[in-house]
Every structure is written in C-alpha cells, then in structure tokens.
C-alpha cells in the first residue's frame, strides 16, 4: 500500500502544491502550500484517530488532506473537482487500488464550501481540518502592506486570528473550533461575513461524525 511518506516525496504532487500556491498569490490570495497542507493534514489525521478509525483510513485522510488543493494550480474557481481529478491521475499511476482511489478523489471534490458535502468519514475530517486553519500566517506579509491587510476582509479576518484550534472530544461527542480573534484588527462580524457557509460546513461534517459542533470566539460560545 501507498503510504504518506510516499506522498510527500512525490515530485509531481510538491510541483503541484507549490504552483497552486504561487497562482493564488499572484491574485493576493491567502498561503495554500506546504504549511497548509500539513496543518490539514496533521489535523485530519488527528480528528480520524480520536474517533477510532482504522489505520488506513487515517491514513486515506491524512493523504487527501495533503493534496487537498492540487486544483489551484489550474484556477481557484473549481479547484476542488479539478484537484480531484488531477489526484485521480497521480493516484492510479502509483497503484493505489480502485476503492482508496475514490474515497480520496471523494473527499478532495468536496472539501469546498461552495459545492462540497460531507460524504465520508476522510471528507468529513477533511472539511473540519481545511476550514479550522485560519490564523494571521496565512496573510502573505511580502506582497501585502499593512494599508492592503486593512483594506482586504480575507487579510483583515486572517491577520486578526491570533490562534485557531479544532479540538475533537470523543466522550461529549463534541467537535469545538475555539478561536482567539484581535478584534481591533476585525470585529468578530466579519469572520462570519466570509465564513459563515464554512461554518455550515463544518457543522454538517461534524453531524456526520456523529459529534455536535461547537464554536467560541474569545472564550465565548456563538455556535
């Protein structure tokens, strides 16, 4: 079996991220790359292994959580079907079976507010994963001034998340994102502004779960 250490060597899927995140920074977006990738991925695999999967599928969740944004390095618009495509190819070349093949390709599809839903176990880690990594290193400090964070909401919500966490609690069949947001830099409206249907998101993943969702801004509930 294909593992993840595997993955990560991969010349083609690294080209891939690095690309993708160079195209969104070129259109100002926030950091796609390896930081996120291994956030997500750490993350999924953390959510998967609280809840008692088996090893391979933890495994399944970490690898699509890696690769989860491949398909912005051919637009950010439909970037979760293209990644899923792409992920298809790279996937069958190196022997995955049939079954792994469409449980990542799954998740990868529907990690995306926009058109995604939680279909399984690895998509559903994915998506609580992908949307919890939110914090102020995201913001690219060399092309962006203090005067654009300002100006831009994603920047200005991004740059005020001074810590972000997902944590999963088994025996309360609970999944609670707890930020900590500077809100003289973005009042808390704002992070619902642009992530409410993420939120949405994450609430319907976590029900697939089997867990409540559960949000708090600065150590207050809102969710």
């Known amino acids: 079996m294909v593992t993840f250490e595997q993955i990560k060597e991969s010349n083609e899927i690294t080209t891939y991220i690095k690309k993708g995140n160079d195209l969104l920074g070129s259109i100002g977006y926030t950091e796609h790359g390896f930081a996120h990738a291994g956030k997500v991925s750490e993350k999924a ?14 495994e399944l969740g970490k690898i699509a959580a890696y690769i989860h944004d491949i ?3 051919v637009n950010r618009n439909d970037h979760a079907q293209s990644g899923a495509v792409m992920a298809f190819q790279i996937l069958n ?19 995306d507010e926009g ?6 176990p690895i998509t559903a880690a994915l998506i609580l994963a992908d ?3 939110v914090r102020r290193t995201r913001v690219r400090f060399k092309s ?12 200005r919500v991004n740059y005020a998340v001074e810590h972000s966490e997902i944590v999963i609690l088994p025996e309360l069949k609970k999944a609670v994102l707890s930020l900590q947001i500077d809100t003289s830099i973005s009042p808390v409206m ?11 998101l994450c609430r319907n993943a976590a029900e697939y779960l089997g867990l409540t969702f559960e949000l708090n801004i600065n150590s207050v509930k809102l969710l």
């Open 45 to 58: 695999e953390n959510i998967l292994r609280l809840l008692e999967y088996p090893d391979r599928t933890v």
């Open 71 to 73: 398909g912005n390095c």
């Open 93 to 111: 070349k190196m022997e995955f079976s049939a079954e792994e093949i469409a449980d990542i390709v799954g998740a990868i599809g529907n990690h």
């Open 115 to 120: 058109t995604g839903s939680a279909v399984s």
């Open 131 to 133: 949307k919890s990594d």
């Open 144 to 155: 962006r001034t203090a005067e654009k964070i300002s100006a831009d909401i994603h920047d």
């Open 190 to 200: 704002e992070y619902f502004e642009i992530f409410l249907s993420r939120m949405v």
